[in-house]
């Protein structure tokens, strides 16, 4: 298998571990949400309209980044390739952020400053966050630790690795490129709010998140395992409450989550996974960051081996 495969893995890792996010200016998925944002306002009268005005809107947006990365990783030397090919790749994952993002609200929470906490909650999340208690603020961004460790980190990696190792390093990138804009889109022109004219970005982001969602939950039950931390309680919730959120796919890293750190996660009117064998605490958000960033570790590892195994 190409060696350069793995160079250019670990070099996005390593860029999104010292460097984080780039400036907007050369973020390829900021110029994909202007796009989004200058085309989702746009409604017809039927929803047939404006289910075909989002498909429109889908196919706009995720073919011309996914063939623009793959025709120039396709036409330029090796070197260029692994150094071009990396920074693409980075791109489509946030790993670092993740971090980033959380632990201001538990600073906030830890001070007692339920305002600043709500406000660094509105940055991950998209439920309005102005009327949340502290035990819902703490489940709301241990549920966004949980379910952006697949959507955010998991599924770009687990597509780049796939199609790496079955059609080459070119359409492996493009392949975590057209996840990253499908769930972009998704993610700005939600189902909920957009009805028909989000349909087909949801639909498809559902389906690409299917599997690695899953090897997800059970990497996650894995982890608290080899840490030594609630990893039967964390079976028994995914067992249970995996199911029970909206999206077929963010049950199962935020049940099996919860079930390790021993806490319930409850999103009011909606779902409540586990029972909470302990109280929330602000310490839980860096108990829930180790815990999946010691996951993504398991998670790549197992997927790098199931490819060089097939």
Excluded at 53 to 75: D, M, Q, R
Excluded at 103 to 129: C, F, H, M, W, Y
Excluded at 139 to 165: K, N, R, T
Aim: hydrophobic share 45%; glycine share 8%.
């Amino acid at each position: 298998m190409n060696t350069d495969i793995w160079i250019i893995l670990v070099f996005a890792i390593v860029i999104d571990r010292i460097f984080g996010e780039p400036p907007d200016k050369i973020h390829p998925t900021v110029w994909i949400g202007v796009i989004i944002e200058r085309l989702k306002e746009k409604s017809y009268d039927s929803q047939r309209k404006d289910f075909i005005y989002g498909t429109l809107i889908f196919f706009v947006v995720t073919i011309p980044f996914t063939l623009a990365s793959f025709i120039i990783l396709k036409n330029i030397g090796s070197i260029p390739t692994i150094l071009i090919g990396a920074y693409i790749l980075k791109i489509t994952f946030s790993w670092k952020s993740l971090g980033e993002h959380a632990k201001p609200i538990e600073t906030a929470i830890a001070q007692g400053n339920l305002e600043d906490a709500r406000k660094s909650l509105s940055k991950i999340v998209g439920r309005d966050t102005e009327s949340l208690d502290e035990k819902h603020i703490l489940s709301a961004a241990v549920e966004s630790i949980g379910e952006s460790s697949v959507d955010g980190i998991a599924s770009p990696i687990f597509y780049y690795l796939v199609i790496c190792s079955l059609i080459g390093v070119p359409a492996g990138v493009a392949s975590a490129v057209f996840f990253r804009a499908t769930s972009t889109l998704d993610s700005m022109v939600g189902y909920k709010k957009y009805g028909a004219k989000g349909y087909a970005s949801a639909k498809i982001d559902d389906l690409m998140n299917y599997v690695p969602s899953r090897i997800m939950g059970v990497v996650i039950i894995a982890s608290s395992f080899i840490r030594g931390t609630n990893w039967k309680n964390a079976v028994k919730v995914y067992e249970n409450d995996r199911k029970y959120t909206p999206s077929p796919n963010s049950g199962h890293a935020m049940s099996a989550l919860a079930g390790a750190l021993g806490v319930g996660l409850e999103k009011e009117g909606l779902y409540s996974l586990g029972k909470g064998v302990e109280r929330l605490e602000s310490s839980h958000i860096s108990k829930a960051i180790h815990l999946i960033d010691f996951s993504i570790i398991l998670f790549i590892i197992f997927i790098s081996a199931s490819v060089m195994l097939v």
